[in-house]
T-cell receptor, first 114, second 115 residues
């Protein structure tokens, strides 16, 4: 079956670094996405990994290990505005659609404290 | 500016009433999606459409209906058959590509409350 796990909540301090982990089990892996969602708003795209390794984009980086079914999102130099939920989503070829539809984890609510 | 517009943002409904949520996009995207989001749960797929006049059920289609008469529009009707309709509904779209990131873009959402 398909399953995506990520921690429910995390707390970190302004200026620090935080790592949000995501583990997954899917049949037809075709890419992993991270989205940021502020309360009551639309999710916005942060990063995409399809090959093993690290993708860096400013203060945000995302890592993927396909053999381990594991990804993490790394946020550096945390700011108060980074307080949000972070959604891990896996695209699965066997879940419908031309490339496969996304399967979402339950999200990790990150609280950044002063 | 290109984007996805959902309306209304907030909607209240009495039990037994049908309600239709609007979703319009001017991104020239081929595929459109409806998700439902409940507290403590991931986004769950209700319906999706890859081309005009065609759509498929997602994981939780019971009690919902959709239409795709125009490329830009993908309205969702929440019928009285939906047992627990109170939720945050998100519409999304993307190109119908076969490679690369092909990122899903979301609207701002519609919050439906059944009284």
């Amino acid at each position: 079956g398909q399953n995506i796990d990520q921690p429910t909540e995390m707390t970190a301090t302004e200026g620090a670094i935080v790592q949000i982990n995501c583990t997954y089990q899917t049949s037809g892996f075709n890419g992993l996405f991270w989205y940021q969602q502020h309360a009551g708003e639309a999710p916005t795209f942060l990063s995409y990994n399809v090959l093993d390794g690290l993708e860096e984009k400013g203060r945000f980086s995302s890592f993927l290990s396909r053999s381990k079914g594991y990804s993490y999102l790394l946020l550096k130099e945390l700011q108060m505005k980074d307080s949000a939920s972070y959604l891990c989503a896996v695209r699965d070829r066997e879940y419908g659609g031309s490339q496969g539809n996304l399967i979402f984890g339950k999200g990790t609510k990150l609280s950044v404290k002063p | 500016d290109g984007g996805i517009t959902q309306s209304p943002k907030y909607l209240f409904r009495k039990e037994g009433q049908n309600v239709t949520l609007s979703c319009e996009q001017n991104l020239n995207h081929d595929a459109m999606y409806w998700y439902r989001q409940d507290p403590g749960q991931g986004l769950r797929l209700i319906y999706y459409s890859q081309i005009v006049n065609d759509f498929q059920k997602g994981d939780i289609a019971e009690g919902y209906s959709v239409s795709r008469e125009k490329k830009e529009s993908f309205p969702l009707t929440v019928t009285s058959a939906q047992k627990n309709p109170t939720a945050f509904y998100l519409c999304a779209s993307k190109l119908r590509g076969t490679s690369g990131a092909n990122v899903l873009t979301f609207g701002a959402g519609s919050r439906l409350t059944v009284l």
